[in-house]
């Protein structure tokens, strides 16, 4: 974006960089922030309607959006209460390491094509070892409120989402291996093209391991039905009793942030990321290329449909998730936990195998064949770039890495 | 002094001025949280230098999964709410000597790598887009990164003299004291539920 401002209309280059590292700073975090919020209404909305709770349908304006201000009002001209034997300081900074760690994850989550906060070679791994740290927060929270319930809420909740980390890390690491990649852009690049390419058609394995994939996700930032460590009536509301007001709403950010980045995470690694299920932009020949030093506009419409696409799967799974709390009962302690090391691991690690088999029997995924059949069908500027990848994928990256050393000794 | 500077210097202060909080206070929970802070605060360092492989596993390993297991540790065996360790004047002692050595060798390590001194080096600010997990996956394949002047070096070293099988042997037997450890939980909880019953 600085490029364009200095290219095109020929600004001063620290105005262009700082207005453009304004701008989108602001968008990502406008991005979590709003949806948050559309997210609490979205909850209440389908909680009501599932659960014929008549508040929520019965706020004002239209399709009750009042209720979300109504919602904000009513926690921030809450009292900020304290327990008296409570360790203020990491009291009052546990919401926020919480806040903090759960949208940190956001600068390494591609939107489109190249429009990512910080591009990084392990993407994915960055995403996971952030969002375990999350659980730090809730510990601090739990411990520092000097309150029984705090307390064992925390440990339940610390237990919950550091025993899920195993099956989630086994799940996210088997597209990882599909594409030979831990970097989310080339992942989702890999995946281009009709909705047969996502991942989660790559073989029947991937498709089981994204339903356990989603259960962990589900599981592991808290949400029913396992969201035992915060169960509102039955056990007085977990690590964050002693909360209210903002730093409640704190707590309450960072779970749909959270949420949001689970749910991006999953569209990325199984369901294409920011391509749509008909690749309309690449048939048009509008492809997106991140290193030109200026924007072409095509791209950039492109990219900006690739980020609707992006979002809109995101908010889709954010919707099972609320459509699945309000559906199902929680579950006890140790079903959770039955849930996790008997169910969700061992057929993680199975599926993980299976993937590494099919891969090295079928590179092409389950389509090859089919794909050979109706390639008039699908032919376009996409086919040609993933027929180019699929040429490089076997080369061994070392072998790469030695040519590029000694071209570079020529030079 | 471009922004890469300003930003070592903050995450070191950072790391530095957390470490000696971690120091000075008593706490123990408020010392597991600022030494959260001062390994963050590296992992930036780590960043960086262009190491984002090696910055992702200090978030992973250290801040996320030993501290939290420390943090655990604390809860679980506290027997007050709020545990403040006192220190002893011996301690101390001990502790300045050992930290004190330690930091001499690392400064004049630090000191004697001539890259790293003023003046001789090149004014690159970022080295972000370094695919550093190819690297440490060839490291582990026998290929010696940091020797890679030859283009030959493949064929000299050979794929057999890489770390692959050590990394191998390692993880198995992480596996099996992991599988141990869990059969050894699971049998003592069995004698202690016959314990009670009888």
């Known amino acids: ?411 | 002094m471009n922004w890469h500077t300003i930003y070592f210097l903050l995450f070191s202060l950072a790391a530095c001025g957390f470490a000696l909080a971690v120091v000075f206070s008593s706490n123990i929970v408020r010392m597991a949280f600022y030494l959260v802070l001062s390994l963050g605060a590296t992992a930036g360092l780590f960043f960086l230098a262009g190491a984002d492989f090696i910055g992702a596993m200090q978030l992973l390993i250290y801040v996320g999964g030993t501290l939290v297991l420390l943090v655990f540790g604390v809860m679980l065996t506290a027997q007050s709410p709020f545990i403040s360790m006192k220190t002893h004047s011996g301690d101390w002692i001990l502790a300045a000597i050992v930290g004190g050595s330690l930091f001499a060798v690392l400064v004049q390590a630090a000191f004697s790598i001539s890259q790293w001194q003023a003046g001789s080096s090149s004014n690159d600010p970022a080295i972000v887009a370094a695919p550093t997990t190819t690297t440490v996956g060839e490291g582990l394949l026998g290929l010696r990164v940091d020797a890679l002047s030859k283009a030959s070096t493949l064929q000299q070293t050979g794929v057999l003299s890489g770390y692959l099988l050590p990394f191998e042997i390692v993880s198995v037997h992480l596996l099996v004291v992991l599988i141990g450890a869990a059969y050894l939980a699971r049998a003592k909880r069995r004698k202690l539920v016959q314990m009670a019953e009888t």
């Open chain 1, 1 to 411: 974006m600085a490029d364009f401002f200095i290219h095109h209309w020929g600004w001063w280059s620290w105005l262009s960089y700082l207005l453009a590292g304004f701008i989108q700073c602001n968008l990502l975090l406008l991005v979590p922030f709003i949806g948050a919020m559309f997210f609490v209404w979205v909850e209440r909305k389908v909680s009501a309607r599932i659960q014929d709770r008549l508040g929520p349908t019965r706020t004002g304006g239209k399709f009750g959006w009042l209720q979300l201000l109504a919602d904000g009002l009513k926690l921030i001209t809450k009292e900020d209460l304290m327990p008296g034997e409570a360790d203020r300081l990491l009291f009052k900074l546990a919401p926020y390491v919480s806040f903090v760690f759960s949208y940190a994850t956001l600068m390494a989550l591609p939107f489109a094509d190249g429009w990512v906060a910080l591009r990084m070679n392990v993407g994915v791994f960055f995403v996971i070892a952030v969002l375990g740290l999350e659980v730090f927060g809730v510990i601090l929270a739990g411990y520092a409120s000097a309150s029984k319930w705090s307390l064992f809420g925390a440990m339940r909740e610390a237990a919950q989402v550091v025993s899920y980390e195993v099956p989630l890390g086994l799940c996210i690491v088997t597209p990882c291996l599909i594409a030979g990649s831990l970097d989310l852009i080339t992942i989702a690049q890999k995946q281009q093209g009709w909705f047969t390419n996502w991942y989660i058609f790559h073989d029947p394995f991937t498709f089981i391991i994204f339903w356990v994939y989603f259960t962990c996700a589900t599981a592991s930032v808290n949400r029913a039905p396992f969201d035992l460590a915060e169960a509102e009536s039955e056990l007085v509301a977990g690590f964050h009793t002693e909360y209210s007001g903002f730093r409640w709403l704190a707590f309450y950010m960072a779970e749909y942030g959270s949420m949001f980045t689970v749910a991006g995470l999953g569209a990325i690694l199984f369901f294409g990321g920011w391509n749509g299920p008909i690749p309309v932009t690449h048939l048009l020949g509008w492809a997106y290329t991140a290193d030109e030093s200026h924007w072409r506009t095509l791209g950039y419409i492109a990219n900006l449909l690739g980020c609707m696409n992006f979002i809109g799967k995101c908010i889709f799974w954010v919707t099972v998730m609320i459509w699945v709390r309000w559906t199902l009962p929680r579950l006890r302690i140790d079903q959770v936990m039955k849930t996790c090391l008997k169910y969700c691991t061992p057929i993680a690690a199975a599926m993980f195998v299976g993937v590494a088999v099919w891969r090295y029997e079928f590179p092409g995924g389950l389509w090859v064949k089919q794909s050979a059949a109706s390639a008039e069908v699908r032919e376009g500027a996409f086919m040609d770039a993933t027929k180019k990848e699929a040429g490089t994928i076997n080369q061994p990256s070392a072998q790469k890495l030695i040519e590029k050393i000694a071209s570079e000794e020529v030079q």
